[in-house]
């Protein structure tokens, strides 16, 4: 079973921020948080991971609370192509199976 | 670098009958996962090869197995298929040689089942 909880749906406007939040409450020390977006008919894309400390890259940021019992991803200017379902996965380091919640629908309104 | 390629991309089938299906990881890639998605279970592990070894399998049964070849390449196999085998079959590669090994995945293969 997953270990993530995820709002099923959200809105964000264009040009607007897109904050996406996850609950890992029973994540464990040796756990990343990992996040993929899956855009209609196509396979998951990865898109950022961390440990404890915030992170940065070209495509969003990833925001983990102190407890690390909650994560939020953000896509700072959302685009019509940023429309996907996103996914917040905690994954031990070097395992290769992911375990997939249901994830969020993300609707990027014009 | 050329993306993670699944063959074929659209396959339909009848019931009782097994299927065949292939992945062609990222070249140097020498992980390959497979998963299920379906609108009702959603994105399962199916199992992962590396090194043409088995080394993790999810909840499935027998009727799907998969195989990987020494160039990394993976077939899976379902037999006597049955309707709700009907979904999109999604490969991932990863170099698996380190820490946060990135896991690409390719467009996948739909296959219904009539």
């Known amino acids: 079973d997953a270990k993530t909880t995820q709002p099923p749906s959200m809105d964000c406007a264009e040009g607007r921020a897109a904050n996406l939040p996850c609950n890992h409450s029973?994540?464990?020390?040796?756990?990343?948080v990992y996040w993929y977006r899956q855009i209609h008919s196509q396979g998951p894309q990865y898109i950022i991971h961390?440990?404890?400390n915030n992170e940065t890259n070209e495509m969003a940021s990833l925001i983990i609370t102190e407890d690390r019992k909650s994560s939020t991803l953000i896509l700072p200017h959302a685009t019509l192509r940023d429309t996907a379902v996103y996914y917040c996965?905690?994954?031990?380091?070097?395992?290769?199976?992911?375990?997939f919640g249901q994830g969020t629908r993300l609707t990027i309104n014009p | 670098k050329a993306g993670v390629t699944q063959t074929p991309r659209y396959l339909i089938k009848t019931r009782g009958q097994q299927v065949t299906l292939s992945c062609s990881p990222i070249?140097?890639?020498?992980?390959v996962s497979w998963y299920q998605q379906t609108p009702g279970q959603g994105l399962q592990f199916l199992f992962e090869?590396?090194?043409?070894?088995?080394?993790n399998k999810g909840n499935f049964p027998g009727r799907f197995s998969g195989r990987q070849f020494s160039n990394s390449r993976s077939e899976m196999n379902v037999s006597t298929l049955e309707l709700g085998d009907s979904a999109l079959y999604l490969c991932?590669?990863?170099?698996?040689?380190?820490?946060?090994?990135?896991?690409?995945f390719g467009p996948g293969t739909r296959l219904t089942v009539l």
């Open positions: 991932a590669s990863s170099s698996a040689g380190g820490s946060h090994n990135e896991q690409f």
């Open positions: 029973t994540i464990s020390g040796n756990e990343y």
């Open positions: 961390g440990l404890k």
């Open positions: 996965i905690v994954r031990v380091q070097g395992a290769q199976k992911l375990v």
């Open positions: 070249s140097g890639h020498r992980s």
């Open positions: 090869y590396f090194s043409e070894t088995q080394r």
